[in-house]
């Protein structure tokens, strides 16, 4: 994936809006202010039930 922050190989073009991480656990510092900022939605893991990562899905796909 890239979203313009870095280079991975995956294509380009993705914005960060659109960007969801679920149950990622293992954040760099970059990643948590990105989180933080509201410029990347983070779903964390054990949420337990599918409507958060619905609703993060959709408000991404909006975006």
Known sequence: ??????E??????LALSNVVLVG???LDAAEVRLIESGAVTHVPTGCG???PVLAALRRSIQA
């Open 8 to 13: 991975s190989g995956l294509g380009a073009g």
């Open 1 to 6: 994936m890239r979203a313009g922050l870095w």
């Open 24 to 26: 990622q656990r293992d």
């Open 49 to 51: 039930q599918p409507s």
